[in-house]
């Protein structure tokens, strides 16, 4: 796929997000398809996302913005050792890890993150009721 054709939905996302979070969804972008080429992005969600095979429902990485933070979300970043201690609890099995507008993007640390990701992808979709249920547990016990 070109490139013009890859970065299309993180355009048409820009359009949609305040100037100050370009810069640091643009080098999220760059980090996540430098990681893992083998990614198709679409707008999904409301937010660009990444997947494998059009399987949009079992994405892999996402973007989104808060009004104070660029959001680098994994749908099952409950499976992710977080070796930083960057990831906060989203839903049960969502991680996240935010970025202030305009920080510095440590391109090498998030590809790490987005391969790890990447590589639990099947054991999360051949396992994917219990460890959805054993994080449901989780997160209901640490509210």
Do not use: C
């Not at 990681?35 to 949009?56: F, N, Q, V």
């Not at 970043?77 to 201690?85: A, H, I, Q, S, T």
């Not at 991680?95 to 920080?103: S, V």
């Not at 993007?105 to 990701?117: F, I, Q, S, T």
């Amino acid at each position: 796929m070109p490139d013009d054709d890859r970065t299309e939905p993180l355009d048409a996302y820009l359009r949609t997000v305040d100037d100050a979070a370009a810069p640091t969804l643009r080098a999220l972008d760059a980090a996540i398809r430098r990681a893992a080429p083998e990614l198709e992005s679409a707008i999904k969600y409301r937010m660009p996302t990444y997947t494998l095979d059009g399987r949009w429902r079992q994405w892999v990485v996402a973007l989104s913005t808060t009004k104070d933070a660029v959001n680098l979300r994994f749908l099952w970043g409950v499976l992710l050792d977080d070796p930083l201690g960057v990831l906060r609890a989203g839903t049960s099995t969502q991680k996240t890890w935010d970025f202030p507008r305009g920080a510095e993007v440590d391109a090498e640390a998030v590809g790490r993150y987005v391969r790890e990701a990447l590589d639990t992808r099947d054991h999360f979709l051949a396992n994917d009721k219990e460890i959805s249920a054993a994080a449901r547990a989780q997160h209901a016990e640490d509210r």
